[in-house]
């Protein structure tokens, strides 16, 4: 008699079934789960054989010696699927489905809606059938016939290939029930803890219940509907097949809060005072969570809990990276493996990458990607730092020039043998072929013998050395399972291009991880709450109890939206719902909840993006008011579980005893107190850590510039301006903002200095145009021969646009000239003071007695005999106002004075100074009379600053920034926020480190 026991939630039948399965020899009586995590349960309490479902067809083939089809893999599905796609469109018959032929997420869904029509039992006649019935018309009609013939041609496929699927399996095991001699091994079978069964399992029981006899425990109460209709189609499944249905009532005891939410959960409840046994935890960041969770485990086991009654359940795995090196770090045993991902591991990453170089043509930044890498320096006998030294001084044009100066540069190494065998790859190869020629190169590279004297050496850790050798393995594996994914779609004998090959590496690699070291068996146990139900634990932690995370909103296959499928399943053709996902988290909830019976902790974090789940808020509901109110984790000495947390607590101390302050010198190192005030005695004052230095100094000679790089920021001027360090920057393809602006400048001097002093307002625009454009090939000749300009492929389309940029000066420059009431034209252009080779002197500024030289080069000097201007041409953005004003930037200030004094022009003739941006073409900023604006009508449309008033500010600021190079103080104090552009970034901590964050305004970089 087959039997069907509805149980309570939370309850389960494993155990009468396993006591009733001993009356049987072993072998004879079956027990089904879902998963293998309960499969370990029903082993450890007895000795029944205990099987996942797919074992049951599997096994009735084998002894009904039906086995002759072999299963396709999911890979080898994909290219079956992505080979019907093509020849549909080749042949015209994909239309709305065209667009989306080639792109890899149409065929995973694709396969995926696939797999779930086959799981549903659909055959090909009933889905057309369903698709004719539905009536849709036009273009929606199209699509229904075109999923039906991808999926016709993909069940005709596997028929010609001698394959299954899943669904093909369950029919074929099926098939053979119906037959008269079938033989059935068995006599009993026990299914214990699904929450549903999909039509072809059902099926299978159907024609299995003919043979022997089924007993199955599920989670069902009518009195429920909300909370079991995640079970509701299994139940009415079972009672269509005529079982008897059995209905328990008995709860397992809980202790009062539990039990509370357990018999209420989804129902007319009271509310109680006391959430007894239940705790809600809030953390702030995921891993304050994994602490808190691990703090509170850590005082039960200090309390004399054991390891097996404590469970640790997740949603989902994915956002506890790093949850098994804390339990690590807690001491705590636990059945998490200790993991690192596969793809990121450097041979992993070399393989790919070789692949990588061919399938993209040699691109060269794909090439610099494959030898930065560690492994080959130890395979190949290479220096990767060195290599990647030179990106700052050469620019590869191509890859064979590149392949050359690696070979020029390590004679005696074997990189030659590697180029060598990426070229053998060029050209198209079966899948076997490749494989082959791989795993050959890999085993010449001697890996084991290489890894095995690095770690001799002390230079690896044995995790490493078994992480190389883990690696290798699996490199073997995905390209096996390549070859058979080939061999299973029918396309086993074809070349094809290495492309395809990386393709195929790409998405196995992703999804592969290592296994550094097994979990402890006798461990907490960490698993996600889709795969545990029906076991009761004393202890338990759910955790990810936050928005987003739990429920998790699993939306379903796109192919056909929610609306279609409901039309669909109404039709016969059972898709599942979205909604129905939702009800299955919601048991998935319940079921977890129900697991504990002593105490429950709920955790999650809550931060700007999301907080609590809603499944807490509703919990609280069935309690008094603040009887779940969440609870924090904090430590202090008295109440910290791990030696990072309480080295962590220690350190803060202000005065620590003689006995915590050994440890924590042996823990931290000898100078842990001074590293325990460094960041803030950083900001503090005027200490060494700030940059102020003890020594001071001479300031006897000064550009410009530099003074201004000061008052930016004098840590940025002690870095690049004292230490003359230069930031790491590969020359690129692309010639630098800082180049261009050269390329400007010099364009515009050349073409100036044959216009001196001449007004060109009113000239012909189109031979001035032709003059400019003459000199700019001139000077980006010049640059170019000088390798300050990269020939690339843009280098066309750069150009291009520097001729733009320079015809829009032009035109701005005529307007300008045309319209001004004063006659201001070139005089002097590029004009040096105190360099090496300039005509005129430096600029001498006295500051408490003591003399600077200043250096500079003015860009432009404009006069009509009696009043000055000066320019200053920024290919970047132009300063601020305020800044201006502020006295923060100063080259135009100290230029004023170098006019002043070096060309003895008496101040009020210089009726101003200022910015001539080349992104707009347009003069902008600086400081001037505040009369001139009927004569440069242009001063309109800028934010002049009155001259007199800012060469006040600017000449004490000059003085201050003197005397602060002179006392050696060099702090990190922006005059605005820190530039994206800054040299020091990777050095100054100043934006890192607190309190530090918020001051100064956002300015762009000034090239
Ligand atoms: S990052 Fe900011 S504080 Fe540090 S050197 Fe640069 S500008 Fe100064």
């Known amino acids: ?39 370990d349960e029903v082993k450890k309490a007895g000795s029944v054989r205990t099987v996942i479902m797919d074992y049951l067809p599997n096994e009735l083939l084998r002894v009904n010696h039906l086995d002759v089809y072999t299963r396709i893999s999911r890979p080898a599905q994909e290219m079956v699927i992505k080979q019907i796609i093509k020849s549909l469109v080749a042949k015209g018959e994909l239309s709305y489905f065209a667009k989306l032929a080639d792109k890899k997420g149409f065929i995973k869904n694709m396969v995926s809606f696939i797999g779930e029509l086959s799981r549903g039992g659909i055959t090909c006649e009933e889905f057309y059938g369903a698709l004719q019935a539905w009536e849709r018309t036009d273009y929606l009609q199209a699509k229904d016939m075109e999923i039906y013939h991808i999926y016709l041609l993909y069940r005709q496929e596997l028929k010609k290939q001698k394959r299954y699927d899943v669904d093909g399996l369950y029919r074929l095991a099926i098939r053979a029930l119906q037959k008269e001699n079938c033989v059935v091994p068995w ?56 079982f008897i249905k059995e209905q328990l009532q008995e709860f397992s005891p809980r202790n009062q809060g539990l039990d509370h939410f357990v018999r209420n959960w989804q129902r007319e409840h009271p509310v109680v005072g006391a959430s007894n046994g239940i705790i809600v935890f809030e953390a702030y960041s995921v891993e304050n969570e994994m602490r808190g969770v691990l703090g509170k485990i850590k005082q039960q086991l200090q309390a004399g809990v054991a390891c097996k009654d404590i469970i640790c359940v997740v949603r989902s795995m994915d956002e506890y990276n790093g949850f098994s090196n804390l339990f690590k770090e807690f001491g705590i045993p636990t059945t998490l493996p200790e993991v690192t991902g596969f793809s990121a591991q450097p041979l992993a990453k070399f393989i790919e990458n070789i692949m990588k170089t061919v399938a993209t043509a040699y691109k060269i930044d794909v090439w610099k990607e494959l030898l930065n890498n560690v492994f080959v320096d130890r395979i190949f006998g290479i220096d990767h730092e060195q290599i990647e030294a030179s990106y700052n001084e050469k620019y590869f044009s191509s890859s064979s020039v590149f392949q050359e100066f690696v070979e020029n540069k390590f004679p005696q190494s074997k990189i030659r043998e590697l180029f060598a065998f990426i070229s053998s790859l060029k050209g198209k190869s079966t899948p076997a072929d490749f494989t082959n020629n791989f795993l050959q190169a890999i085993e010449d590279w001697s890996l084991e013998k290489k890894y095995g004297e690095v770690y001799k050496a002390n230079t690896i850790t044995l995790n490493q050395l078994k992480a190389v050798v883990t690696t290798k393995n699996m490199v073997t594996e995905i390209f096996e399972e390549m ?33 550094l070291s097994p979990g402890d068996k006798f461990g907490i146990r960490v698993v996600e709450a889709s795969t545990v139900q029906g076991i009761l634990f004393p202890h338990v932690y759910l955790m990810g109890m936050r928005e987003g995370q739990f429920p998790k909103v699993k939306f379903e296959n796109w192919i056909y939206n929610d609306q279609e499928r409901k039309a669909l399943n109404e039709l016969g053709v059972t898709l599942s719902l979205t909604v129905a996902a939702m009800k299955i988290d919601q048991y998935f909830f319940a079921a977890v909840v129900a697991m504990a019976q002593q105490s429950l902790t709920i955790s999650y974090y809550a931060d700007d993006v999301a907080a609590a789940s809603c499944y807490v808020q509703e919990l609280q509901q069935y309690y008094e008011k603040e009887a779940l109110a969440p609870t924090f984790y904090t430590t202090d000495v008295a109440h910290c579980y791990s030696a990072e947390e309480l080295a962590g607590i220690l350190a803060q101390q202000e005065m620590l005893a003689a006995t915590e302050q050994v440890w924590l010198t042996n823990k931290l190192g000898g100078d842990f107190i001074s590293r325990k005030f460094l960041d803030k005695e950083r900001w503090l004052g005027k200490n060494i850590f700030n940059g102020y230095l003890e020594q001071k100094q001479e300031c006897k000679y000064l550009s410009a510039s530099a003074l201004d790089n000061y008052v930016q920021c004098p840590f940025n001027y002690l870095v690049t301006n004292i230490w003359q360090t230069e930031p790491w920057e590969p020359l690129e393809k692309e010639t630098q903002p800082v180049v261009i602006g050269d390329l400007y400048h010099l364009t515009l001097a050349k073409f100036l200095s044959k216009h001196l002093e001449e007004n060109i307002g009113h000239a012909d625009y189109s031979i001035l145009l032709e003059e400019l454009m003459l000199e700019l090939a001139d000077v980006y000749g010049q640059m170019a021969a000088q390798g300050l300009i990269s020939e690339s492929e843009f280098s066309q389309y750069d150009y291009k646009r520097y001729r733009i940029v320079l015809g829009k000066w032009l035109l701005a420059e005529q307007a300008y000239q045309a319209n001004q009431k004063i006659n201001l034209l070139p005089k002097y252009l590029e004009l040096a003071f105190g360099r090496k080779d300039s005509k ?19 860009d432009r000097v404009d006069t009509d005999g009696n009043n000055y201007m000066l320019t200053d041409y920024k290919s970047g953005s132009v300063p601020s106002a305020t800044g201006v004003a502020l006295g923060r930037f100063l080259q135009l200030p100290v230029y004023i004075l170098a006019v002043e004094k070096l060309l003895a022009v008496e101040r009020e003739k210089i009726v101003g100074a200022g910015y001539y941006g080349l992104k707009n073409c347009k003069r902008s900023g600086g400081l001037w009379e505040n009369t001139l604006k009927e004569d440069l009508p242009w001063l309109y449309n800028t934010r002049p600053n009155n001259l007199a008033t800012v060469m006040e500010k600017a000449e004490s600021s000059i003085a201050n920034g003197i005397r602060g190079i002179r006392n050696s103080a060099f702090p990190a104090n922006p005059a605005e926020k820190c530039p994206a552009y800054c040299p020091c970034l990777d050095i100054c901590r100043y934006r890192v480190s607190d309190g530090t964050q918020d001051a100064g305004e956002e300015v762009e970089d000034n090239v």
Not at 26 to 39: D, E, N, T
Not at 840 to 858: A, N
Request: include cysteine; hydrophobic fraction near 40%; charged fraction near 25%.
């Open 483 to 515: 070859v058979g994914a080939f061999e299973q779609s029918g396309q086993a004998k074809q070349k094809r291009p290495i492309s395809e090959f990386l393709e195929f590496w790409e998405e196995r690699a992703k999804e592969k991880i290592i296994t």
């Open 840 to 858: 005129l002197p430096g600029l001498p500024i006295s500051v408490d007695g003591e003399e600077t030289i200043f250096s500079g080069q003015i």
């Open 1 to 39: 008699m087959n039997k069907l026991y509805c149980l309570p939630l939370g309850e389960t039948m494993r155990n009468k079934f396993i006591d009733d399965a001993k009356q049987f020899a072993y072998g004879q009586a079956v027990f089904v789960v879902p998963g293998h995590i309960l499969m």
């Open 187 to 242: 006599e009993k079978l026990y299914f214990s803890e699904f929450y549903q069964f999909d039509n072809l399992q059902i099926e299978l029981l159907k024609a299995l219940s003919n043979h022997c006899t089924i007993e199955v425990g599920l989670f069902y109460d009518a009195e429920r509907p909300e909370l079991s209709a995640a079970t509701e189609n299994a139940y009415m499944d079972f009672m269509g097949m005529g």
